[in-house]
């Protein structure tokens, strides 16, 4: 029955595709249940890198099955030009499936998730620009596109009226844009059916049916638990649910059959985009982590703001999705430190806070309090187990788990598919 879910513990960024990868080539399915191509997940296998956005990072694994499930939503002609890419370099892509019942991010989408940015000025969130906004608005006002609507040209049609009825009134008279044509929309929207046409399934179905027959499925979150639109640092945030109840609606499956919630964690702090973040540094530590941990966004290619780890929301992490266990990676980053320190709690006007606070305006005020720990010089990079590590890295590790709540079963200490020291077994 093993059903596990694999997703960000902090703002995203966290290694998530590297892990996911690791488990593919042990796992029958991997499944995307949110989120669409804002994410960028960097997957490295031997001297091959390969930067996923939209595709389930088991794709990479031939024995795996990729799924994208119903909670996600769908850029067809970024999806196409992934696959492509991919076949290029020789990955078989044609295990690939698709809900029916995800939505599609329309061209439309994209244009208002632009202009309303740009609307917003100064208190902009910092989106990728992709549409996911918008598209998810859409889904939730039941004027969402599907993708089945592929494959019914007037019921297309008529939804597309429906959705640019209200949009081309905005555009025209309050962001000064031209309006936009439904046959252009249409006929473009219809010109991936037949591409998209041999991966498109029931998908709820298919993987109810293989958690019957025992079969290992793995949920992919995108994003992380601080981006989450309940969960995370609102109104900077995305628009999906990346927590572990995400899993569940955004792939139909219920509750009762998810046995393990694996959180991935970075050994220090990023975010990308605006909005409060505690530990950032502006300093030349911050400069340091970037640079050595190569903190540039892969789908924006913007500069990751950086800071050191948070521990608060680390136990938050656990807490709102039920982990189970942590998977620690880019420990190699922090070697050559001599002190580290974490953050344990926050000042808050004064007060010590020990748990994430409700409020965002306690939140937006949050000053980290910061214990400091011995750093290492030694090379961690080819470390195998958890004794080959120095003895304040070894000691760092148990800080962390200590402090957020639950085990650390692997540690990455490396981009690669085998730098990973592995503790506990997943499966
Ligand atoms: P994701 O969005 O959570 O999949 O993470 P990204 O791919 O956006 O960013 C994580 C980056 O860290 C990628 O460049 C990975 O190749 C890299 N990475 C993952 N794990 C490790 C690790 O343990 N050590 C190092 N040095 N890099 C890692
Ligand atoms: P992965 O899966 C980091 C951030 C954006 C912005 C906010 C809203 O690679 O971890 P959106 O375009 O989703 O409406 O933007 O969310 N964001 C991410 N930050 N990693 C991601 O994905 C992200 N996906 C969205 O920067 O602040
Ligand atoms: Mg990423």
């Given at each position: ?46 001297d ?7 595709l ?49 991010i ?12 740009r ?7 910092g ?28 019921i ?39 591409k ?17 027959a ?12 601080l ?16 927590t ?6 955004g ?28 530990t ?11 640079r ?19 521990a ?47 409020s ?13 720990l ?7 990079t ?11 890295a ?27 020291i ?6």
């Open positions: 029955m093993p059903a596990l879910v694999l997703l960000g513990a902090q703002w995203g960024d966290e290694g998530k595709g590297k892990a996911t990868d690791l488990l593919g080539g042990s796992v029958d399915y991997v499944v995307r249940y949110q989120g669409g191509n804002n994410a960028g997940h960097t997957v490295v296998v031997g091959q890198k390969y930067a996923l956005h939209l389930p990072s088991g794709i990479l694994s031939p024995g795996c099955t990729p799924v994208i499930g119903n909670g996600v939503v769908v850029d067809p002609s970024v999806l196409l030009s992934e696959l492509s890419g991919l076949n290029e370099r020789g990955v078989d892509t044609s295990k690939l499936l698709i809900s029916g019942n995800a939505h599609i329309t061209p439309y989408n994209v244009t208002v998730d632009k202009v309303t940015e609307f917003l000025g100064k208190r902009k969130i989106t990728t620009g992709r549409g996911i906004g918008p598209t998810y608005a859409d889904k939730i006002n039941r004027v969402g596109i599907r993708v089945q609507d592929l494959y019914d040209e007037s297309l049609t008529q939804k597309v009226e429906a959705a640019l009825d209200g949009k081309n009134q905005l555009l025209t008279k309050l962001y000064n844009r031209r309006a936009i044509a439904v046959d252009q929309v249409v006929e473009e929207l219809l010109g991936y059916a037949e998209l046409a041999p991966y498109v399934t029931d998908t709820v179905l298919l993987l109810n049916q293989a958690l019957e025992n079969k290992v499925v793995l949920f992919e979150g995108g994003q992380g638990t981006l989450d639109i309940d969960h995370g640092t609102y109104p900077f945030v995305t628009s999906s649910n990346p572990a109840g995400g899993a569940c609606t792939a139909g499956v219920g509750p009762t059959k998810i046995s393990r919630v694996i959180g991935i964690l970075k050994a220090y702090t990023t975010r990308v985009g605006s909005g409060p973040f505690p950032e540094l502006f300093d030349e530590d911050g400069e340091a982590l970037r050595i941990g190569g903190e540039r966004g892969v789908t924006t290619g913007r500069d990751r703001r950086c800071g050191w780890f948070d608060v929301i680390a136990r938050y992490a656990t807490r709102v999705n039920g982990l189970t266990d942590f998977f620690l990676t880019k420990l190699d980053v922090l070697t050559g430190w001599e002190q580290i320190p974490v953050c344990v709690a926050y000042e808050i006007d004064g007060k010590r806070v020990e748990e994430l606070p409700y965002q305006s306690d939140f937006h005020h949050a000053k980290p309090i910061y214990e400091t011995p750093g290492w010089s030694e090379d961690i080819k470390a195998k187990s958890f004794s080959d590590l120095p003895k304040n070894q000691a760092y590790v148990k800080a962390l788990e200590e402090m957020s709540g639950a085990p650390i079963s692997a540690i990455g200490v490396g981009p690669g598919r085998d730098e990973t592995e503790i506990n077994s997943f499966l």
